[in-house]
C-alpha cells in the first residue's frame, strides 16, 4: 500500500503563521521534500521537529520527482514543502502532485499561508473576482504582452515581482492599462511589511526615490473603471491619460488599441482638431 503525499502550506515569513495540522504532519512524515533544506531547517527547529530532508527544487524535479514517487509507493508519507507559502503556486511541485495522482498515489493538501490570498485580503481591492499570474515575465516584450491580453479582464490582477524590475513593471502597466488602482505589497507579514496604493506611475515614482527596493513583492491591478471609449473624444481621452502620468505618444497607443485604431489614424484626427 502506498504511502501519502501531503502537501503542506508553510510561512510567507513570520514562522507564527503555521496550522497546527501543518506541525502535526510535519512532524510524522517519513521524509520532506523541499526547495532549500536550511529555509526548511529553520521552521523544523522553531518547533522542535527533525525529520529527513530532501531537495526538491526546479532544477533537480524531474529526477527527484522520480525518486519520491518511489518512496510513496513503498509506504512512505512524504510531505512537500517550498520555502514559503504554498507549494506549486508559483512553487515548484507540479510534477511530483501529477505523477503521484497518475499512479494512484494519494495527495492531501495541509491548507495554510499564501502571498497572494494574504495580499489580496488586505489591499483594498476588490475581491470577487481575482487572475493570478504568477511572476511577470522578465522580458519587457512579453511582459507588455501580458498585460495587453489582461486587459478586458473583469478581475482585480494578481502577480509576483522582483524588486530589481519592480520599476519597469510598473511603466508598463501605466502604459497598457492606463491609471488603474494598483497596490503593492512588500514583506508580507514581516517586520516591514507595507501597502502601498497609488496609480502605477504614482508608485513608480514612489519606490524610485529610494536607495533600495527589498522584499518579496506581491503586485496587484484593480478592474480600473469601464469606459465607454466610444463616446469620449479622442482628445479627451489622451488627455485623461496624460493627467495621469502616461507620456502623450503612449496615451495615444492606449487610446487607439482600445478603439481598434491604429495610433498613426489617431495622431491625424488630434492633428485635424
Given at each position: 500500500?502506498?504511502?501519502?503525499?501531503?502537501?503542506?502550506?508553510?510561512?510567507?515569513?513570520?514562522?507564527?503563521?503555521?496550522?497546527?495540522?501543518?506541525?502535526?504532519?510535519?512532524?510524522?512524515?517519513?521524509?520532506?521534500?523541499?526547495?532549500?533544506?536550511?529555509?526548511?531547517?529553520?521552521?523544523?527547529?522553531?518547533?522542535?521537529?527533525?525529520?529527513?530532508?530532501?531537495?526538491?527544487?526546479?532544477?533537480?524535479?524531474?529526477?527527484?520527482?522520480?525518486?519520491?514517487?518511489?518512496?510513496?509507493?513503498?509506504?512512505?508519507?512524504?510531505?512537500?514543502?517550498?520555502?514559503?507559502?504554498?507549494?506549486?503556486?508559483?512553487?515548484?511541485?507540479?510534477?511530483?502532485?501529477?505523477?503521484?495522482?497518475?499512479?494512484?498515489?494519494?495527495?492531501?493538501?495541509?491548507?495554510?499561508?499564501?502571498?497572494?490570498?494574504?495580499?489580496?485580503?488586505?489591499?483594498?481591492?476588490?475581491?470577487?473576482?481575482?487572475?493570478?499570474?504568477?511572476?511577470?515575465?522578465?522580458?519587457?516584450?512579453?511582459?507588455?504582452?501580458?498585460?495587453?491580453?489582461?486587459?478586458?479582464?473583469?478581475?482585480?490582477?494578481?502577480?509576483?515581482?522582483?524588486?530589481?524590475?519592480?520599476?519597469?513593471?510598473?511603466?508598463?502597466?501605466?502604459?497598457?492599462?492606463?491609471?488603474?488602482?494598483?497596490?503593492?505589497?512588500?514583506?508580507?507579514?514581516?517586520?516591514?511589511?507595507?501597502?502601498?496604493?497609488?496609480?502605477?506611475?504614482?508608485?513608480?515614482?514612489?519606490?524610485?526615490?529610494?536607495?533600495?527596493?527589498?522584499?518579496?513583492?506581491?503586485?496587484?491591478?484593480?478592474?480600473?473603471?469601464?469606459?465607454?471609449?466610444?463616446?469620449?473624444?479622442?482628445?479627451?481621452?489622451?488627455?485623461?491619460?496624460?493627467?495621469s502620468g502616461v507620456p502623450r505618444m503612449e496615451a495615444m497607443k492606449t487610446v487607439a488599441r482600445q478603439?481598434?485604431?491604429?495610433?498613426?489614424?489617431?495622431?491625424?484626427?488630434?492633428?485635424?482638431?
Amino acid at each position: 500500500m502506498s504511502g501519502t503525499l501531503y502537501v503542506v502550506a508553510t510561512p510567507i515569513g513570520n514562522l507564527e503563521d503555521i496550522t497546527l495540522r501543518a506541525v502535526r504532519i510535519l512532524g510524522v512524515v517519513d521524509q520532506i521534500a523541499c526547495e532549500d533544506t536550511r529555509q526548511t531547517r529553520k521552521l523544523l527547529d522553531r518547533y522542535g521537529i527533525s525529520k529527513p530532508l530532501v531537495s526538491y527544487h526546479e532544477h533537480n524535479e524531474r529526477t527527484r520527482a522520480q525518486e519520491l514517487l518511489r518512496d510513496l509507493q513503498a509506504g512512505q508519507n512524504i510531505a512537500l514543502v517550498s520555502d514559503a507559502g504554498t507549494p506549486l503556486i508559483a512553487d515548484p511541485g507540479y510534477r511530483l502532485v501529477t505523477e503521484a495522482r497518475a499512479q494512484g498515489v494519494p495527495v492531501s493538501p495541509v491548507p495554510g499561508p499564501s502571498a497572494l490570498l494574504a495580499a489580496l485580503s488586505a489591499s483594498g481591492l476588490p475581491t470577487d473576482a481575482f487572475f493570478f499570474g504568477g511572476f511577470l515575465p522578465v522580458k519587457k516584450g512579453q511582459r507588455r504582452k501580458i498585460l495587453e491580453a489582461m486587459k478586458t479582464s473583469p478581475a482585480t490582477l494578481i502577480f509576483y515581482e522582483a524588486p530589481h524590475r519592480i520599476l519597469d513593471a510598473l511603466e508598463d502597466i501605466a502604459g497598457i492599462l492606463g491609471p488603474r488602482p494598483v497596490t503593492v505589497a512588500r514583506e508580507l507579514t514581516k517586520i516591514h511589511e507595507e501597502f502601498l496604493h497609488g496609480t502605477p506611475l504614482e508608485l513608480r515614482d514612489t519606490l524610485a526615490q529610494r536607495e533600495a527596493i527589498k522584499g518579496e513583492i506581491t503586485l496587484m491591478i484593480g478592474k480600473g473603471e469601464p469606459l465607454a471609449v466610444e463616446e469620449i473624444p479622442l482628445e479627451a481621452a489622451v488627455n485623461k491619460l496624460t493627467q495621469s502620468g502616461v507620456p502623450r505618444m503612449e496615451a495615444m497607443k492606449t487610446v487607439a488599441r482600445q478603439r481598434g485604431l491604429s495610433k498613426r489614424e489617431v495622431y491625424k484626427e488630434l492633428s485635424e482638431s
